[in-house]
C-alpha cells in the first residue's frame, strides 16, 4: 500500500507537504501590496527598491540571488538593478526561466481617483500602477520560487527567477544587458513571463490566452520636403500639404494579411467559443469569397484582430511649420510599425513607399529599424504548451487555450531570438476593463483580488508540473 501510495504521489504531482493556500494568499496580498506601494515608474522611479524588497524576501527563505546592474549613464543617480535567483535541478532537463518586470509606466497623479502606489482594495479589486503590468507576474513567480523551496520539491529542472528592470522602455539596461553578458544565469528550455490572461465577458469566462509570438515595433519617419514661402502665395510644394496626403494613404492601406501557425490557431479556437456571427467571420478568413469583407469589418470593428492578421501603421506624430504665415520647407510624421515576426522590413518599407508614391516624401527608418529582435513563434506541440494547457483546465475549467501573438512588445523577443522557447501568461482580465480605463498602462489600473490568487495557484502548479523530478 505504501508503494501505490508513493507511486500516486508522483505520477499526479501531489506534494508530499500539502499547502495552506489561505496562508499563501494572505502571503501573496502582503508582498503584492508592498511592491504595488514601490514607485518603480520609468520616468520617475527606480527599480532598486522592489529589487531589494524581493531579495530580502528570498533570504528569508534560503534561496540565493544575485544582483545584476548595467550603468545607467542617462540617469546615474537612478540604479536599475536586475534580480536572478535560481533553485536547482539534478540537471535531467533544461532549466525553466520565470521571469516578471520590476519597472512600471510611469503615471499622471491628478488622474488617479485611488492612489497609484495605494494598493488601495475597494469592491473586490486592488488598484494601482502596475498591478496588471506587471507586478502580478512578479509576485506570482516570486511565490512559485517561494512554495518550491518550502516543499523541498525533488527537481529535474533548475527554476531560474529573473526579476528585470527596463522593459517598459529601457531594455538596454535588462534583458538586453543580461542576455549579452549573463546570458548563462538565464539559459533555459523553456520560459514563462507576461503577456497571457485568461478572459472574461461579461461575467462569463470565455478562454485562457497564452502569448506565443509577438509583433515587432520598429519606428519610421516620413520626410516631406519642399520650398519655404510666404503664406499669402499657396505653393503645390507645400510640405505640409505632401506629408498630409502621405499620412492620408499609409491610413488607408491595409497591408497583406498573412496568418502564421498562432494566430491561425488563435482563430480557429475562438470561433469554437463565439457567437454563429463571429464564428463564421473568424473560419472564413481565409475564404477568397469573404475575406475582403471581413478583413474591412476587422478594421472597423475589431482592430485589435485587424492588427493581429497583418503588419500594422499608426500614424501617430506630426511635426510641421512654425509660423501661421510661413510655408515650411520641410513637414515629418512619426509612425508606429508593428511587424509580423517573419516580416521582411526592407521589402515592407518598398511597398509603403510605393504606396506614398510621392518622390517629395522619403521614408526615414529610425534607429536602423526594429527596436527589438525577431524570433520565430514559440511552438504549440511541446511539453510547455501542452502543461499550460492541462494547468488551465484544472484552474479555468471549461474553457479553450489560445495561443496569441501580442501586437505590444515584451522581452521575450529577446529570449526568443536565442532560440528559447516563451510562453505569457497571466491572470483572469475582464475584457471591459480596458475600454474603461482599469487596464494596463491606464490611470486606474487594477486587478480582481481573487484572480491575483487562483494566477498565484496557476503558476504554481505549472512550474511544479515542469520542473518536478518525474
Same mark, same amino acid.
Given at each position: 500500500m505504501i508503494r501505490v501510495f508513493l507511486?500516486? #504521489?508522483?505520477? /499526479?504531482?501531489? &506534494?508530499?507537504?500539502?499547502?495552506?493556500?489561505? @496562508?499563501?494568499?494572505?502571503?501573496? #496580498?502582503?508582498? /503584492?501590496?508592498? !511592491?504595488?506601494?514601490?514607485? &518603480?515608474?520609468?520616468?520617475?522611479?527606480?527599480?532598486?527598491?522592489?529589487?531589494?524588497? !524581493?531579495?530580502?524576501? #528570498?533570504?528569508?527563505?534560503?534561496?540565493?540571488?544575485?544582483?545584476?546592474?548595467?550603468?545607467? #549613464?542617462?540617469?546615474?543617480?537612478?540604479?536599475?538593478?536586475? *534580480?536572478?535567483?535560481?533553485?536547482?535541478?539534478?540537471?535531467?532537463?533544461?532549466?525553466i526561466l520565470i521571469v516578471g518586470h520590476t519597472d512600471t509606466v510611469n503615471i499622471d497623479p491628478k488622474k488617479w481617483t485611488h492612489g497609484p502606489f495605494s494598493a488601495h482594495r475597494e469592491g473586490g479589486y486592488i488598484y494601482g500602477r502596475g498591478t496588471v503590468d506587471d507586478k502580478d507576474n512578479l509576485v506570482a513567480a516570486m511565490m512559485s520560487m517561494i512554495l518550491i523551496k518550502?516543499? @523541498?520539491?525533488?527537481?529535474?529542472?533548475?527554476? !531560474? /527567477?529573473?526579476?528585470?528592470?527596463?522593459?517598459?522602455?529601457?531594455?538596454?539596461?535588462g534583458i538586453a544587458y543580461l542576455v549579452r553578458e549573463h546570458w548563462a544565469?538565464?539559459?533555459?528550455?523553456?520560459?514563462f513571463a507576461e503577456g497571457g490572461s485568461a478572459v472574461r465577458t461579461d461575467n462569463r469566462l470565455r478562454f485562457v490566452s497564452v502569448q506565443t509570438t509577438e509583433k515587432l515595433p520598429s519606428g519610421v519617419r516620413l520626410v516631406a520636403s519642399g520650398v519655404a514661402g510666404h503664406g499669402s502665395v499657396p505653393?503645390?510644394?507645400n510640405a505640409v500639404v505632401h506629408i498630409a496626403q502621405a499620412v492620408a494613404k499609409v491610413a488607408a492601406w491595409q497591408p497583406p494579411m498573412r496568418l502564421n501557425d498562432t494566430t491561425r490557431t488563435y482563430f480557429e479556437r475562438l470561433a469554437t467559443v463565439s457567437t454563429p456571427e463571429e464564428r463564421d467571420r473568424y473560419n472564413g478568413l481565409l475564404n477568397p469569397e469573404k475575406t475582403d469583407a471581413i478583413q474591412a469589418y476587422m478594421a472597423a470593428n475589431e482592430p485589435r484582430h485587424n492588427s493581429m492578421l497583418r503588419t500594422s501603421i499608426s500614424p501617430n506624430i506630426i511635426k510641421a511649420g512654425y509660423r501661421r504665415n510661413v510655408i515650411p520647407s520641410e513637414a515629418e510624421a512619426t509612425l508606429d510599425i508593428r511587424a509580423l515576426p517573419d516580416e521582411d522590413l526592407t521589402k515592407f518599407y518598398d511597398m509603403l513607399r510605393s504606396v506614398i508614391n510621392d518622390p517629395a516624401v522619403k521614408v526615414v527608418r529610425d534607429g536602423g529599424g526594429a527596436t527589438r529582435p525577431g524570433g520565430a513563434p514559440s511552438r504549440l506541440d511541446n511539453e510547455a504548451f501542452k502543461t499550460i494547457e492541462a494547468v488551465a483546465k484544472k484552474h479555468y475549467p471549461g474553457v479553450p487555450t489560445l495561443p496569441s501573438m501580442s501586437?505590444?512588445?515584451?522581452?521575450? &523577443? /529577446?529570449?526568443?531570438?536565442?532560440?528559447?522557447?516563451?510562453?505569457? !501568461?497571466?491572470?483572469?482580465?475582464?475584457?471591459?476593463?480596458?475600454?474603461?480605463?482599469?487596464?494596463?498602462?491606464?490611470?486606474q489600473e487594477r486587478i480582481l483580488e481573487?484572480?491575483?490568487?487562483?494566477?498565484?495557484?496557476?503558476?504554481?502548479? *505549472?512550474?511544479?508540473?515542469?520542473?518536478?523530478?518525474k
Open positions: 507511486f500516486l #504521489l508522483i505520477s /499526479f504531482g501531489i &506534494s508530499a507537504q500539502s499547502i495552506d493556500w489561505a @496562508k499563501v494568499d494572505a502571503e501573496t #496580498l502582503k508582498h /503584492f501590496s508592498a !511592491i504595488i506601494q514601490i514607485n &518603480s515608474a520609468d520616468p520617475g522611479g527606480s527599480e532598486k527598491p522592489v529589487v531589494d524588497y !524581493i531579495k530580502s524576501v #528570498l533570504d528569508k527563505e534560503g534561496i540565493e540571488s544575485k544582483i545584476f546592474t548595467m550603468d545607467n #549613464l542617462a540617469n546615474p543617480e537612478i540604479q536599475r538593478p536586475n *534580480l536572478i535567483a535560481r533553485i536547482k535541478g539534478n540537471g535531467k532537463k533544461k532549466p518550502r516543499q @523541498k520539491l525533488a527537481l529535474d529542472r533548475d527554476v !531560474i /527567477f529573473m526579476a528585470e528592470a527596463g522593459e517598459e522602455g529601457a531594455p538596454v539596461l544565469e538565464i539559459d533555459a528550455e523553456y520560459c505653393l503645390q510644394s501586437t505590444g512588445a515584451t522581452d521575450m &523577443s /529577446f529570449l526568443r531570438a536565442k532560440g528559447m522557447q516563451c510562453y505569457g !501568461i497571466g491572470p483572469m482580465i475582464d475584457s471591459e476593463d480596458g475600454p474603461k480605463g482599469f487596464g494596463a498602462h491606464s490611470d481573487s484572480s491575483l490568487y487562483t494566477f498565484v495557484k496557476f503558476h504554481y502548479d *505549472l512550474v511544479e508540473e515542469m520542473a518536478r523530478a
